[in-house]
């Protein structure tokens, strides 16, 4: 078996907090510090970054996964997506890579509005798209900043499986950085709810999973108890009814149950309803 | 950091059993004594509670939830849902709260109807429908009876993180999912929460099933290796999801189809295998 690439080890774990919480921490090599107190707050928000992206914590029914805000700043109980990936960064050249090698050159499009900041992908992914090597996927330890549509070298934590020649390549941000609150309708991964008002560029924690307040559009048709919900095709942030009767919306997929109807968002914080979570 | 209001700790845990099964223990001030023994039988039902509402319990593909019984027994593979929310205990009153608090006064709208037991919505929530601190959700640990249309004292675990004002702030409580679980009416009125395993008793505790290949009952005929969804007939049972079928496909997928078995007719007929998806 080839080792992953992971420096630093015997770190990542799967710890139950005094208080019953469940804290799952996924390997990151670029966070050289990382403080497991007695409690975790879900509730929390930060400046500076405490866990890996993506980092699980289940509270009892509840999971939640740790995240980076987008710039904008997102009020409380929105669905919120993850960052659209760039038409820049899809389908593009990458360099040769023999079997384990661990680093992979990734050429974006355009010059600017593809830049890429340093470890901008760092925890994402780099897929082969097509030809030679199709199919497999990676996920990016670090690169430096990528700049004025030149290659830039990632480099990966999980080693060359296919042996890559002149192919085309799409580079993913983590699903947790830079979320936004879901645009109506989506136009990337839903990923979680805020769970408190969160400031821009602060971590914080997303809800995945149980019960949760959401914002609610009934504004078409009311949201049905013991029903599911998908997000708001009108209300930014909102969850609407489950109605395959109407044309195009159930397409976005179903996010959670309804456990208790609110009202209608109004395309802003109105009133909330409660939402039993599905995202995972 | 502000603490959660977790009296008893150290006690929560992860624990993989010697048979395989992994049992995960959600906090629970008000059960004092839990007893892990070397194996968990999700078959089985007590009339006293052993776990905390909600522990899971994984046991190869198969998920399970420990769960409360409500007042009418249920039969052997039935689809069940968490009770329906009281009318008078959404968008009521509530009382003033400064950030860090760990009690709140909760209102319900009508006498007699609405009274509350000691403790009823303990391991559920209450959270802020409208207006000031709005959008917060606080999981309730603790409380007594509420009765006469009277102001009650909510303890919480998740002290207060937005302020609420009375006369001003709307609240929400909501029962724990898995408290005074029914065979899910058909349509449904509150969210599915699994299936039984056994025939239950009328309010003994038990597992129902929430994920894997489960025995359920069916409602009509569906096709192997598609979704179903609630029964829109049959108490109890699933049906099969087509998504071109007006209203019947907003109940929601809730598993796929295994094994087909035959139409239960309203009861214990014949029996499917679903590969169940309610988590």
């Given at each position: 078996?080839?080792?992953?690439n992971?420096?630093?080890?015997?770190?990542?774990?799967?710890?139950?907090?005094?208080?019953?919480?469940?804290?799952?921490?996924?390997?990151?090599d670029n966070?050289?510090?990382?403080?497991?107190?007695?409690?975790?707050?879900?509730?929390?928000?930060?400046?500076?970054?405490?866990?890996?992206?993506?980092?699980?914590?289940?509270?009892?029914?509840?999971?939640?996964?740790?995240?980076?805000?987008?710039?904008?700043?997102?009020?409380?109980?929105?669905?919120?997506?993850?960052?659209?990936?760039?038409?820049?960064h899809?389908?593009e050249v990458c360099g040769s890579s023999a079997?384990?090698a661990t680093t992979l050159d990734f050429t974006p499009?355009?010059?600017?509005?593809?830049n890429l900041a340093e470890n901008e992908l760092a925890?994402g992914y780099v897929?082969?798209?097509?030809?030679?090597?199709?199919?497999?996927?990676y996920r990016i330890k670090s690169h430096p900043a990528i700049v004025g549509a030149v290659s830039g070298t990632l480099t990966l934590y999980d080693p060359i499986?296919?042996?890559t020649?002149?192919l085309?390549a799409?580079v993913?941000?983590?699903?947790?950085?830079?979320?936004?609150?879901?645009?109506?309708?989506?136009?990337?991964?839903?990923?979680?709810?805020?769970?408190?008002?969160?400031?821009?560029?602060?971590?914080?924690?997303?809800?995945?999973?149980?019960?949760?307040?959401?914002?609610?559009?009934?504004?078409?048709?009311?949201?049905?108890?013991?029903?599911?919900?998908?997000?708001?095709?009108?209300?930014?942030?909102?969850?609407?009814?489950?109605?395959?009767?109407?044309?195009?919306?159930?397409?976005?997929?179903?996010?959670?149950?309804?456990?208790?109807?609110?009202?209608?968002?109004?395309?802003?914080?109105?009133?909330?309803?409660?939402?039993?979570?599905?995202?995972? | 950091?502000?603490?959660?209001?977790?009296?008893?700790?150290?006690?929560?845990?992860?624990?993989?059993?010697?048979?395989?099964?992994?049992?995960?223990?959600?906090?629970?001030?008000?059960?004092?004594?839990?007893?892990?023994?070397?194996?968990?039988?999700?078959?089985?039902?007590?009339?006293?509670?052993?776990?905390?509402?909600?522990?899971?319990?994984?046991?190869?593909?198969?998920?399970?939830?420990?769960?409360?019984?409500?007042?009418?027994?249920?039969?052997?593979?039935?689809?069940?849902?968490?009770?329906?929310?009281?009318?008078?205990?959404?968008?009521?009153?509530?009382?003033?709260?400064?950030?860090?608090?760990?009690?709140?006064?909760?209102?319900?709208?009508?006498?007699?109807?609405?009274?509350?037991?000691?403790?009823?919505?303990?391991?559920?929530?209450?959270?802020?429908?409208?207006?000031?601190?709005?959008?917060?959700?606080?999981?309730?640990?603790?409380?007594?009876?509420?009765?006469?249309?009277?102001?009650?004292?909510?303890?919480?675990?998740?002290?207060?993180?937005?302020?609420?004002?009375?006369?001003?702030?709307?609240?929400?409580?909501?029962?724990?999912?898995?408290?005074?679980?029914?065979?899910?009416?058909?349509?449904?009125?509150?969210?599915?929460?699994?299936?039984?395993?056994?025939?239950?008793?009328?309010?003994?505790?038990?597992?129902?099933?929430?994920?894997?290949?489960?025995?359920?009952?069916?409602?009509?005929?569906?096709?192997?290796?598609?979704?179903?969804?609630?029964?829109?007939?049959?108490?109890?049972?699933?049906?099969?999801?087509?998504?071109?079928?007006?209203?019947?496909?907003?109940?929601?997928?809730?598993?796929?189809?295994?094994?087909?078995?035959?139409?239960?007719?309203?009861?214990?007929?014949?029996?499917?295998?679903?590969?169940?998806?309610?988590?």
């Open positions: 078996m080839t080792a992953r992971i420096t630093i080890k015997r770190r990542w774990s799967h710890i139950v907090l005094p208080s019953g919480m469940i804290l799952t921490i996924p390997p990151d966070l050289a510090q990382v403080t497991v107190s007695d409690e975790v707050d879900p509730y929390a928000t930060s400046a500076t970054q405490q866990f890996p992206l993506g980092t699980k914590l289940e509270y009892g029914p509840e999971v939640y996964r740790y995240a980076l805000e987008g710039g904008v700043g997102v009020e409380i109980g929105a669905l919120c997506q993850s960052v659209v990936p760039l038409a820049g899809i389908n079997v384990e499009k355009v010059v600017t509005t593809d925890q897929y082969i798209y097509d030809s030679t090597g199709e199919g497999a996927k499986r296919i042996a020649s002149g085309l799409t993913i941000h983590n699903k947790f950085r830079k979320f936004i609150i879901h645009p109506s309708p989506p136009t990337a991964t839903p990923c979680g709810w805020t769970v408190t008002a969160v400031t821009a560029d602060y971590y914080c924690w997303l809800q995945t999973k149980g019960p949760l307040c959401s914002l609610i559009d009934s504004g078409g048709s009311a949201v049905v108890m013991g029903q599911p919900c998908v997000p708001s095709a009108e209300d930014d942030g909102a969850v609407q009814i489950f109605d395959p009767d109407v044309a195009t919306e159930p397409n976005a997929g179903v996010v959670g149950w309804i456990m208790e109807i609110g009202a209608d968002a109004g395309g802003a914080a109105a009133t909330y309803g409660f939402v039993d979570a599905s995202l995972e | 950091m502000t603490a959660r209001n977790i009296t008893i700790k150290r006690r929560w845990s992860e624990v993989v059993l010697p048979s395989g099964m992994i049992v995960t223990i959600p906090p629970d001030d008000n059960l004092k004594q839990i007893t892990v023994n070397d194996d968990i039988d999700p078959y089985q039902e007590s009339a006293t509670q052993e776990y905390p509402l909600g522990t899971k319990l994984e046991y190869g593909r198969e998920i399970y939830r420990y769960a409360l019984c409500g007042g009418t027994g249920v039969e052997i593979g039935a689809l069940c849902q968490s009770v329906v929310p009281l009318a008078g205990h959404i968008n009521e009153l509530c009382g003033t709260t400064t950030i860090g608090d760990t009690t709140i006064n909760f209102y319900p709208k009508v006498a007699t109807t609405d009274d509350l037991a000691e403790n009823e919505l303990a391991q559920g929530y209450i959270y802020m429908y409208d207006a000031t601190g709005e959008g917060a959700k606080y999981r309730i640990k603790s409380h007594p009876a509420i009765t006469g249309a009277s102001a009650g004292v909510l303890t919480l675990y998740d002290p207060i993180r937005l302020a609420t004002t009375t006369g001003t702030t709307k609240a929400t409580v909501m029962h724990n999912k898995f408290r005074k679980f029914l065979i899910h009416a058909s349509n449904p009125t509150a969210t599915p929460c699994g299936w039984t395993v056994a025939a239950v008793t009328a309010d003994y505790y038990c597992w129902l099933q929430t994920k894997g290949p489960v025995t359920a009952l069916i409602d009509g005929t569906v096709v192997m290796g598609q979704q179903v969804r609630p029964s829109e007939d049959d108490d109890g049972a699933v049906a099969a999801m087509d998504y071109d079928e007006a209203t019947r496909a907003d109940l929601g997928a809730v598993g796929w189809v295994m094994e087909i078995g035959a139409d239960a007719a309203g009861g214990a007929a014949t029996y499917g295998l679903i590969d169940a998806r309610l988590e």
